[in-house]
């Protein structure tokens, strides 16, 4: 998708034609207009009843790889549409008719002639009646971090060399005939959410069924933690104080440890010198995204309360772990960052400290670059001729890596109404603002056009974190006085400083206590700037814990 200048009429002129083809198209079904399409079937043995989910068919020239496994934002061409109901047997088509919609072509029509390989993908839905009375179709993952094109139950189709030329009337036929089977073996009368790793002798795997998410969700829903112990525990009755750390689905073992000490970590944590301590990663991948961001939403559920009233507790309960404030603090970068100063914020009576590295946007006046508050648009800075394209990640140079509205419409091929999985922007969407009257999440923005809705806006302030300490400091300010930590680069590739920025600003002006803030920033640090390693962070946290 080319950069683009729009003056404000033109771009108003294009959300409008392509506002009535999203109108026209929105339940998924139309004739087909009888030119280039794809003929999709989902055999018997394969289903044995409808299925509802979001169908997509994926074009590549290369056959380096699977074409499912090729879609990115910079990736190849990949076309999607809501589908409901499917009965086995019975072909759907997906072309260039109504709610159809693609990335980085939004049509069929705009494929240019040629030989390519092509593959169908079916991201199976669950219906949801959950007990805010709503009830909305997502998929729900199962130990693959919400990542559609790799999760258990969804559908693939083998990969056909073809010809495709959208002027000419095709029908190319795909039959969806895999299914994907999850990674770790699922025990007897057990569930594939939040995987099955298995156990060692230092990396413990806990799950257990959340009573106030399955309450929520109208279903059975997990959540786990890894588990990784110091050396000597089975030889000790000690109790270990604990680092708990959050960020997008974690891979089965903290800080990739391994039995065999084959990399630097692992070698440094069984050292004699080494401190004592557990650390705990979290499992919480959920219908909208591969975390939850930790905290109680309206969309997905109480997982703030969820994490620290049943799964923190069970593994008090479980392991040797010091169960006060002063033997717990919490860590995290990017997502993980944000997590964990929400976490210190909304709950700040369990924890001793956090130390937050790059966090996502704390202050919505730089939600990366928009002002969800004032701005009129999120893709584009406007004036009265001209158009410019908000850029939503640099290079630490400087340049433009992809735009808003590119990353946006990325999302909106993947998945309508917030469901991409993969996104983003949607699941702050749906972790930061209310329900929509759909039951799905409110759009903040427009997801076309880039038009921001700003009583949308207004209802994220309780999420805006810079907001919630000020609003509260009186309460909060004599438990996090001393104990918040956060760094990010001054070029950070998502324009996070920002509101790090902003946060600092009031946390400078505090009284009753002052907020004594350690906040640091790196000179032409990117993304995953921090100011010391690993072995120092652990060290500085376990050296925090005390009575």
Request: a negative charge; glycine letters at 10%.
């Amino acid at each position: 998708m080319r950069t683009r200048l729009l003056s404000v009429l033109a771009i108003t002129a294009l959300a409008a034609v392509v506002l009535v083809g999203l109108a026209a198209g929105a339940s998924g079904s139309g004739p087909d207009d009888r030119s280039l399409s794809f003929k999709i079937t989902i055999p018997s043995g394969v289903a044995s009843a409808p299925l509802t989910g979001r169908a997509y068919v994926i074009v590549t020239r290369s056959d380096a790889d699977e074409p499912r496994f090729q879609i990115d934002t910079t990736g190849v061409p990949f076309f999607g549409k809501d589908v409901s109901a499917v009965r086995p047997g019975v072909p759907f088509t997906l072309g260039s008719g109504p709610g159809v919609y693609g990335y980085p072509v939004t049509s069929l029509r705009q494929l240019p002639a040629g030989d390519y390989f092509v593959q169908a993908f079916f991201n199976v839905y669950t219906k949801f009646d959950r007990s805010d009375g709503s009830v909305v179709w997502l998929h729900l993952p199962g130990g693959d971090g919400q990542d559609p094109f790799t999760s258990p139950g969804n559908l693939y189709s083998a990969v056909k060399r073809v010809h495709l030329d959208p002027a000419r009337a095709a029908n190319v036929r795909l039959v969806l005939d895999q299914v994907i089977e999850p990674e770790d073996p699922v025990p007897p009368g057990g569930t594939s959410q939040q995987g099955n790793p298995p156990d060692s002798v230092h990396v413990k795997h806990l799950k257990i069924r959340s009573e106030l998410l399955s309450a929520f969700w109208g279903r059975p829903i997990y959540i786990a933690a890894n588990v990784l112990l110091p050396e000597g525990y089975e030889a000790s009755a000690d109790r270990y104080p604990v680092v708990y750390q959050h960020g997008h689905y974690p891979g089965p073992s903290p800080y990739s440890f391994r039995e065999d000490l084959g990399n630097a970590f692992s070698k440094w944590w069984v050292k004699p010198d080494t401190p004592r301590m557990i650390v705990v990663t979290m499992r919480h991948e959920n219908p909208y995204y591969d975390d939850s961001y930790a905290v109680n939403s309206a969309n997905l559920g109480p997982y703030g309360d969820a994490i620290t009233q049943e799964l923190i507790p069970a593994i008090d309960a479980t392991y040797r772990t010091v169960a006060e404030r002063w033997g717990r603090t919490l860590t995290g970068g990017s997502t993980g960052g944000w997590e964990v100063l929400a976490q210190m914020i909304f709950y700040p009576q369990l924890y001793q400290g956090v130390w937050v590295f790059s966090p996502d946007p704390v202050d919505f006046r730089f939600h990366q670059l928009v002002n969800v508050y004032e701005d009129a648009n999120a893709y584009f800075n406007q004036s009265e001729w001209v158009g410019v394209p908000r850029p939503a990640s640099r290079s630490i140079s400087g340049d433009t890596r992809l735009t808003m509205e590119q990353e946006n419409h990325f999302e909106l091929a993947l998945g309508t109404s917030g469901r991409s999985g993969w996104g983003q922007w949607d699941i702050w969407q749906a972790v930061y603002g209310p329900q929509g009257a759909d039951g799905y999440p409110a759009p903040i923005w427009d997801k076309q056009t880039g038009a921001i809705d700003h009583a949308v806006a207004e209802a994220w302030r309780p999420m805006d974190l810079r907001i919630r300490l000020q609003d509260d400091w009186a309460t909060l300010g004599p438990q996090l006085a001393g104990r918040l930590h956060v760094f990010a680069g001054d070029d950070d590739n998502y324009f996070l400083n920002n509101a790090v920025e902003l946060l600092e600003q009031y946390l400078l002006t505090t009284s009753g206590p002052a907020a004594d803030a350690d906040i640091q920033y790196g000179p032409n640090g990117g993304h995953s700037w921090r100011p010391y390693d690993t072995y120092t962070l652990l060290t500085n946290m376990y050296d925090a814990m005390h009575p």
